[in-house]
């Protein structure tokens, strides 16, 4: 069996390495002419931990992030805190934490991994064009005219995907009124605020934000409106001084822009081409769920892909009955609502949220319900 992979981001190489562990022959071919490094998911929920446990890259991927024990929705104006102990998922996942470890040291990992198999090329500088199939094979056009042919092909190839585009298939959904701008900073933020956890959802009626350690920094992301571009990357001083006040300038490190959109493409299979990760769904990323969820999508198509390898059972048509409406039931909708909990203006509606919240982080039973949703584990036992 042969597979196009279009897209060397996290979904493309993660599928990829899943196939070539089982001696399937890879082409990945991806328009960059070099692995991403701008600054994208960071957190990497329990059950994606395990898969990556599956896959023999949980030692790097712990030895170079940070377990973070617990998470907390927060309100800036009352101090309100609600922490949710990811140990009472103990029993449920081998990986009874979050973990705060970068996309871009991710994908470098999976990429030096691909190396060890003659049967994977990865093909950098290779932009996909066009694609055209029959019953038998699928064949993959490159911007230069070169072209590729296999059994299957997977668009990982993002929010633009080109395999979406040449397959027609549409993608509805909305983009948000506000852009999202992170800016990070070697500042200890946990050295000043009170009890901060590693990863921190903060409500506020003027510029909620959300706090993420990962190692050596803070990533810090805000909503911004009708603000220029250069306005919104000359605010990160004055945004980090409304998080903590201090008489000295913020040291910062990136600073990124970016549109976002809640989409999921109308569907994931036309006949030997799949789609997976932003390719097939875009969702705010409040509550850590785009990359992970990319990953279980590549993941399950990758256990169809072998299974009709090695045993003949082909269980192609199951992937997208599994995996889309989990897009668009649990990932749009979680992401959504976590948006709207952190935007409320109201102050006697955010109240009632946070004193809700408070109720549930307090109580075990109610916790562990609401962490078996937001850890992205009842959706996979679901399909399994
Ligand atoms: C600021 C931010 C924070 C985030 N935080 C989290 C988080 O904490 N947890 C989480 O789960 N998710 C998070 N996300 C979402 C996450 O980054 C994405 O869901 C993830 O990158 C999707 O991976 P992917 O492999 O599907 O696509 P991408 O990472 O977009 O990779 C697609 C690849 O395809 C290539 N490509 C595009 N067009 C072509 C073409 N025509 N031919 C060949 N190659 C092509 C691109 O160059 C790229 O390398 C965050 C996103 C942002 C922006």
């Known amino acids: 069996m042969k597979v196009i ?26 328009r960059a002419p070099e692995l991403a490094t701008d600054l994208r998911a960071s957190t990497w929920h329990p059950p994606t931990l395990d898969m990556m446990a599956d896959l023999g890259l949980i030692d790097d991927i712990l030895g170079g992030g940070l377990i973070a024990p617990t998470f907390q929705v927060r309100d800036r104006q009352t101090g309100a805190i609600a922490e949710f102990d990811m140990g009472l998922l103990k029993g449920e996942t ?47 056009v490159t911007e230069e005219g070169v072209v590729h042919e296999a059994d299957w092909l997977i668009g990982c190839d993002g929010a633009y995907s080109a395999v979406r585009a040449a397959l ?3 993608f509805p959904g909305l983009t948000f009124p506000e852009r999202f701008f992170v800016v990070s900073t070697p500042f200890r933020f946990e050295n000043h605020l009170n009890r901060l956890s590693y990863v921190n959802y903060v409500a506020d009626t003027d510029e909620w934000c959300v706090l993420l350690k990962v190692p050596g920094l803070w990533r810090c992301l805000f909503p911004t409106n009708e603000e220029s571009d250069e306005e919104v990357l000359a605010s990160g001083e004055r945004r980090l001084q409304g998080v903590f006040a201090k008489p000295e300038p913020y040291e910062t490190r990136h600073r990124t822009l970016y549109r ?8 994931y299979r036309k006949g030997r081409a799949f789609l997976a990760g932003d ?106």
């Open 260 to 267: 976002v959109h809640q989409r999921v493409a109308q569907t």
């Open 94 to 140: 081998d990986h009874p934490y979050r973990v705060q470890y970068e996309q871009f040291r991710f994908t470098h990992l999976v990429a030096s991994r691909l190396e060890a198999f003659p049967h994977v090329q990865v093909a950098f500088g290779t932009k996909v064009a066009s694609v055209d199939q029959d019953a038998s094979r699928i064949r993959v």
């Open 279 to 384: 390719a097939a769904h875009l969702n705010n990323p409040i509550g850590g769920m785009g990359m992970n969820g990319g990953l279980h999508d590549g993941l399950n198509l990758a256990e169809k892909l072998i299974d009709l390898h090695r045993i003949g059972s082909d269980r192609l048509d199951e992937y997208e009955r599994e995996r889309r409406h989990v897009a668009v039931d649990h990932i749009n909708a979680n992401t959504a609502r976590n948006r709207e909990m952190l935007a409320e203006r109201d102050p006697a509606a955010r109240k009632r949220k946070q004193d809700e919240l408070c109720r549930i982080a307090d109580d075990p039973v109610a916790a562990k319900a609401y962490l078996m949703k937001s850890s992205m584990i009842n959706t996979l036992r679901r399909a399994a």
């Open 5 to 30: 992979i279009s897209g060397a981001g996290p979904v493309g190489l993660t599928t990829a390495l899943a196939l070539a562990r089982e001696g399937i022959e890879v082409t990945v071919l991806e």
């Open 168 to 170: 027609g298939i549409e």
